[in-house]
Each structure stands twice: as C-alpha cells, then as structure tokens.
C-alpha cells in the first residue's frame, strides 16, 4: 500500500473517532476560533483553556492546558499564592525575561539594570526557584522549566492586557 492511500485510510479513521467522540470534525477559523471551538466541544459550566508555542533559544515549547470552571470555582486559590507571589516582584520578571532570551549565569543576571548587590541577585533567584519558576544545573546556569514557559507567558499576558498588546504593537512598528 502506498503513502498516500495509508495516509487517506488514517484520515479517514482519525475523522470517525473525531465524529464518535464528539469532537469537531476540523479547527475552527476566525476571530474567536478558541471560544468557537470549546463552544463545540461544551462541557457544562465552561472550561478555561490556555495554550502557546515559543520559539527560543532553548528550543520550540508548547504546551495547552485546560480546566473545568465548575471545580476551579470551588478549589481554595490559596495555593497559588507563592507561586504568583514570586511574580509580584519587578527584578524578578526581569530575570525571567533574561534567562528566556539566553542569559543564564549568575554574572550575566548581575549585569541586568537595578539588580543591586550579589545577595540581592541571589534572594530573587531563590525566590524564583522555590516557586518553580526557575531551575539551577550543576554548572549554576538558571532555565526556565519547560512545562513553565508557556504559563508564564500566559499570565504576563492575562496581567498585561490591552496596555501591554499596545506595547508590543508600538514596539513592532519601530522595528520595521
């Protein structure tokens, strides 16, 4: 059997199951295609979803997650708070910014603007990692973990809304 044939049985199959479960049968389009599609794919009370890709130095990242509203109504937030706690600080999303754009030793992060003293530096690293946020290796270079870029760039968007899309729209406007 030929490449295309398996390939169109493949479809074919992939379309059934799509059918069988209830899933759409191809990606909406359009301006609201997100809300579209979980419009079509409806659990009750609504689901919030969140998803990306990041091209960096690195490496490509995606990742997607969804939850049901019902249930995270219901969780005590509390538990989050470290974790956002660790973002609430200026230096801290800088670092961030910095480790995601290829900086990631200790003397490079020293370099970065109103940083302050070494101790300083390495209080906001350790905040940073005790919330997840960052990773040392052995040789003392900081990462994002993976499974947390796409988050955090979620969240920096959710906090930074218009004012910040009207940022990134200026900003590339003076680069063309």
Sequence with gaps: MDIETRLNLLEARI???EQALGAPSKPPEGLFWALD???????PG????????????SGTWGWQW????GPLLK???SEVAQSLAALAHPLRLEILRAVLNGKSSSQELQHLADIGTTGQLYHHLKELQSAGWLKVSKRGSYTVPPEQIIPLLVILSAAGGEALAAQIAQTEQLGR
Excluded: N
Aim: proline share 7%.
């Design 37 to 43: 599609y979980l419009r079509q794919a409806a659990k």
């Design 46 to 57: 609504g689901e919030v979803v969140f998803a990306g890709q990041a091209d960096l130095l």
């Design 66 to 69: 969804g939850l049901p509203v």
């Design 75 to 77: 969780t005590p937030w």
């Design 15 to 17: 379309a059934a199951l």
